[in-house]
């Protein structure tokens, strides 16, 4: 009997060998690959939770045909099997000597091909060949079970070439067209290469796998197991560090005052607004309420007046101070945010007082940026220790929790990331050696707002040393200009640069796409910006003035609230304007199904269409499809479906594996339609009942729609302290309304009776 000790004997990897031990034949090698876990040649530390991967280990028991590959915390073992013309033939270890290959016996007990491992670094790779003079067909699989580290997810690592779908997961989800497994924690990759292959979550870290190819097929002659090290940090993100969830348990959410109030908000105006949120957005999962604007600056814009440096307050418009304004804020139930653009003044007054914190070009002037008339020198420690205590002190002595600190990188020279990498700027440094700036402040930052505060770099980039320190980053432009209404192009904006960077959301920092306004836009534009914010489960802020919207715009924004929890499953930026977005939803009472967004970006009606192939969901199924913001059934599909998109819209639509039940379809609840308000749910069959439990929302009515099957129709529908209604809708929809006097989880009953047909 093989042992798991004889399986993971630990060995170098390069000069291939094997040795042989009753049937069980074990590869080492050895390790030239010069990958050291520690620091990088970058320069830069590792994370801090990396593994050590030595190198594979290959074992193969030729009585079950077992191959086990291993390699520091990730654990492969499955049966290699290979059939031809129907008949299954056997794999054995080679029969000339040869150390590096099996072989592949047929019925009349002879070898007719051949298994060959190949390993560089941390890749190893199976190839599967014929023996010279042999045509023969056949496919070569390799299934079973991965044990990979605990904080891993099933995931796409190698881009096709004009792919049309953005992809997305809320939980642990499972598509056709997954490849990798990634570990957030460690960075790592491990990535699957066959012509055929298949990934499914068993559990927390554990996998299945089958991997085919033809042996007729020179295309299809290898497997690859590839272990990707530090693969955000090598590519994308030098700085690499997955989201501390201990300092951002979840996706913050939020209002803030700039895109319709800009630079005239007051502290009373901040406290309509958020009496008008502590009733309409708060039940829903609105946590926190920034301020903007509040610093003293000139009477009127350009923002190089802006005076953060020295804390100074707008009295005007400020009167009783920032502390007494974030405690009247937290009296209402939220938790009081802080704009902050600390990379400069325009306040001569402080300029004078402190010239040799700021920078000068060589004929001694000042050196001016977005942030302000006078740009701090970072390489200043006096300079560098204010940042950190005037965001302590609006943090410990006034109370604010959420911090957006602005002119970080942006799009233009004028903000700092940029502005500090150039030469003759670098040379005005007090310490022109520095060899990042930027990272000073950014991490001054966070020393002074502390570890329980939540962080969003405006506009940060995952490129630079944000993901050390901050929580969310801004990922595009400003929503809309100054005094100005939000229009089309600001929302094209928006769609484009969430789909550039949502590779990177919840796991290096929380994506910000600027915030949700709906009272300007026509309504399916609304929608579009309301899909584009939510569907993603991005950082979620509003922006309009509350009290003008009508009920159907509130509902917009509360369909947006609570925030899903949801990651890419595309670890890649896309640069074109994806048509199609797929959330993938896991959902044990329902089975998991998906969210289909079709956008039409452009200014005419058009066609957009998906295939179950480019979802990565089983093409043989048929599906029920039910729009969300049209409330509109649309009946079944199986291998496709397409639909006119009117202009400067997007259709929502969810899809669900058809059931010979009444089936739950949809809720006008939330965007991802997931049923994040039910806590129960079964199909008793004996008495043709729905039972169930539902969170319910006090005095805001909720809709849930069930399919029914042509031979079910509904006897009664309840729930218990609740007041509940159905209407029968085309195409066999049933809508279920429940209504509650106060918030909590309501029991419901639906009951039907057999049609006789």
């Known amino acids: 009997m093989t042992t798991r000790r004889n399986f993971l004997k630990k060995a170098a990897l390069g000069s291939a060998a094997f040795s042989s031990v009753g049937g069980l034949t074990v590869l080492s090698a050895q390790n030239n690959s010069g990958i050291n876990p520690g620091k990088e040649e970058s320069g830069f530390e590792p994370t801090a939770n990396q593994e050590s991967f030595p190198g594979w280990d290959v074992s193969f028991d030729e009585s079950s045909s077992e191959l086990l590959l291993s390699n520091g915390s990730v654990l492969v073992k499955g049966q290699l099997s290979f059939v031809s013309d129907s008949t299954k033939w056997t ?31 941390n890749q190893i790779q199976l190839f599967y060949y014929h023996r010279t003079a042999q045509a023969y067909k056949g496919e070569l699989s390799y299934t079973g079970r991965i044990t990979f580290l605990p904080d891993s997810f099933a995931c796409r690592t190698k881009a ?6 953005l992809s997305l997961s809320c939980g642990s989800t499972d598509s056709l067209l997954n490849d990798s497994l990634f570990a957030p924690q460690c960075d790592i990759a491990l990535r699957l290469d066959a012509a055929n292959s298949r990934l499914e979550t068993l559990g927390t870290g554990s996998y299945s796998f089958v991997m085919s190819g033809q042996i007729c097929e020179s295309a299809e002659e290898v497997f690859t197991f590839n272990l990707d090290l530090n693969y955000y ?3 994308y993100v030098p700085y690499y560090h997955p989201i501390d969830r201990t300092r951002c348990p979840k996706v913050p959410t939020g209002w803030m005052s700039w ?30 309420w920034s301020i903007e604007s509040w610093q003293g600056n000139s009477p009127h814009l350009p923002v190089s007046d802006f005076f953060n440096m020295n804390l100074e307050v707008d009295k005007n418009k400020f009167p009783k101070g920032m502390k007494q304004l974030a405690d009247d804020i937290r009296a209402l139930g939220f938790r009081p945010g802080l704009w902050t653009a600390p990379f400069g003044t325009g306040n001569k007054e402080f300029y004078d007082a402190h010239k040799h914190w700021f920078l000068h070009d060589k004929d001694g002037k000042p050196i001016s940026c977005w942030n302000g008339r006078y740009t701090l020198d970072p390489t200043v420690a006096e300079a560098r220790e204010h940042l950190k205590n005037i965001h302590k002190t609006a943090s410990r002595e006034w109370g604010y929790e959420f911090f957006k600190i602005d002119g970080m990188s942006g799009r233009n020279h004028g903000y700092c990331a940029h502005l500090y990498e150039r030469p003759e700027v670098r040379a005005c440094f007090h310490d022109p050696s520095c060899p990042n700036p930027f990272e000073l402040c950014i991490k001054a930052f966070r020393e002074g707002i502390g570890d329980d505060r939540v962080f969003l770099a405006c506009q940060g980039h995952t490129s630079g040393p944000e993901p050390l320190y901050a929580d969310a980053s801004r990922i595009g432009a400003d929503i809309v200009h100054p005094n100005q209404p939000v229009k089309w192009a600001n929302v094209l904006n928006q769609g484009r640069c969430t789909i550039n960077q949502v590779f990177t959301h919840n796991i290096v920092m929380v994506n910000d796409p600027d915030t949700l306004l709906v009272h300007d836009l026509p309504l399916e534009e609304a929608r579009v910006s309301a899909t584009i914010v939510a569907l993603p489960g991005q950082l979620t802020f509003f922006g309009d003035k509350l009290a003008g919207l009508s009920e159907e715009r509130m509902k917009m924004l509360q369909q947006t609230l609570p925030v899903a929890d949801v990651r890419p499953v595309s670890l890649y930026p896309y640069f074109s304007m994806l048509p199609v977005w797929n959330l993938r939803v896991q959902n044990d009472l329902l089975d998991d ?17 998906f295939t179950t192939g480019e979802l990565g969901i089983d093409s043989d199924l048929e599906y029920a499809v039910y729009e969300f913001w049209t409330q509109k059934s649309f009946s079944t599909m199986k291998d496709n479906f397409a639909m006119d998109v009117p202009a400067h819209s997007v259709r929502l639509l969810a899809v669900h594996k058809v ?39 006090g005095s805001f009515p909720l809709t849930m729609r069930l399919r029914l099957p042509n031979y079910y129709s509904l006897t009664k529908a309840e729930c218990i302290g609740a007041k509940c209604s ?20 309501y029991n419901f009953r639906i009951k039907f009776l057999p049609v006789i047909l």
């Open 160 to 165: 096709r070439v004009g792919e049309r779908v």
């Open 259 to 288: 895109n319709t109030y800009f630079d005239k908000a007051t502290a009373d105006d901040n406290l309509a607004e958020a009496r008008i949120g502590q009733k309409y957005l708060q039940p829903f999962g609105c946590e926190f």
């Open 91 to 121: 794999v054995s270890n080679s029969r000339d000597g040869q150390s590096n290959r099996y072989a592949l016996i047929d019925i009349q007990n002879n070898v007719q091909g051949y298994i060959v491992f190949n390993q560089n670094c």
């Open 233 to 235: 940090k090598n590519r």
């Open 659 to 697: 059931k010979t039940v009444p089936q739950w379809i949809s809720s006008d609840r939330h965007v991802s339609q997931n049923a994040m308000e039910l806590k129960e749910y079964e199909w008793i069959n004996d008495t043709m009942t729905l039972i169930g439990k539902i969170r319910l929302i």
């Open 593 to 609: 199904y998906n969210v289909v967004a079709l956008f039409n970006w452009e200014d005419e009606t058009k066609s957009i269409s």
């Open 726 to 745: 159905s209407i029968k809708e085309a195409d066999n929809i049933l809508a279920v309304t429940f209504t509650a006097n106060k918030t909590g989880d």
